[in-house]
């Protein structure tokens, strides 16, 4: 594999500590905008749950539950305490030091 080299416009992402913050999704989170995002064709075009549309409130809440009782991490981005997406780790080895991590970010103002 070759070496692999970020712009250098995205070598650093200055965030703003006081506006952006993690923290795993609760149940109170499943609003309709964030089922609305699992719905949408372009915004889980390379996620595996595109292949389970459509997604119900019911089925998120359940799936929010799961990591919570799997104590898988399932991370809201929160953005002025809005959410905006979700980071979401569904693998990882502390022996060969890997993980899965994917993220979503839903809100599309974001995306640009």
């Known amino acids: ?13 200055p965030v703003d500590p006081e ?9 109170d989170d499943v609003s309709e905008e ?7 064709p372009e915004t889980v075009r390379f996620l ?6 459509p997604i119900s409130r019911t089925d998120v809440i359940d799936f929010v539950k799961n990591c919570h009782a799997s104590h898988r991490p399932h991370w809201g981005i929160f953005v002025d305490n809005e959410h905006k ?6 693998g990882y080895s502390g022996e060969y030091r ?3 991590i994917s993220n979503l970010i839903g809100d599309e103002d974001f995306r640009k």
């Open 98 to 100: 890997w993980a899965h």
């Open 1 to 13: 594999m070759g070496n692999f080299m970020l712009s250098p416009k995205f070598q650093t992402i």
């Open 85 to 90: 997406g979700n980071i979401s780790c569904s």
């Open 34 to 40: 964030y089922v609305g995002w699992l719905n949408d």
């Open 19 to 27: 506006r952006v913050h993690l923290r795993q999704l609760s149940i």
């Open 48 to 53: 595996e749950i595109r292949h389970s549309l």
